[in-house]
């Protein structure tokens, strides 16, 4: 068995505020239109690419109806994080700054597909493969993002030895422990 010390970035606590807010406690409560509906956005799948749409009191995301479920899952997510966390065209703005808020959106899609809080209450096991299917099945993402996120996890977490693990259950706030365990 291994537990980890994930510390939480400020994105990841941002997701989970919004979460709770939008009363999203478990991978199952995770829904686009479910969101979007408690967001007041208004979710249309059409046959072409995605995109969002935001005025002053108007906010719309599109999705390509002929992709997989777990393809518009992600492009929701990544078209979310535009209406919420952006602002402006970004056909009107220089592509540098255009690129930035591309990354921001990649980050905001592989957090806000795979919270980090919800991961707690999962049976992690220590064969990376397993995981994978997992949480692409929980989540209902695709296996390349749930490797993403599993990978992400990794790098920002430390190992705790067992004797440290007890001790560490009172983590600050911006925490979480994380274990993974043999297959039983």
Not at 73 to 79: I, L, P
Not at 153 to 164: D, N, V, Y
Not at 170 to 179: P, W
Request: aromatic share 8%.
């Amino acid at each position: 068995m291994i537990t980890l010390v994930y510390e939480l970035t400020f994105l990841e606590m941002w997701i989970a505020d919004l979460y709770a807010q939008l009363r999203l406690y478990k991978p199952a409560d995770i829904s686009e239109a479910i969101i979007a509906q408690r967001l007041g956005i208004e979710l249309f799948y059409v046959a072409g690419p995605a995109m969002s749409f935001m005025t002053d009191h108007y906010k719309a995301i599109s999705l390509n109806q002929k992709l997989p479920a777990a393809e518009r899952r992600e492009q929701f997510f990544h078209e979310l994080c535009h209406l919420l966390r952006h602002a402006g065209k970004q056909t009107a703005m220089p592509a540098s700054f255009r690129h930035l808020q591309e990354q921001q959106a990649t980050l905001f899609q592989i957090s806000a597909s795979i919270p980090i809080h919800f991961l707690q209450s999962l049976p992690l096991s220590l064969n990376q493969t397993d995981n994978v299917s997992l949480l692409a099945a929980e989540f209902g993402v695709t296996p390349r993002l749930a490797a993403a996120r599993l990978d992400q996890i990794k790098r920002r977490s430390r190992k705790l030895a067992s004797a440290q693990a007890d001790a560490a259950l009172r983590c600050s706030s911006r925490e979480v422990l994380l274990t993974f365990s043999e297959k039983c």
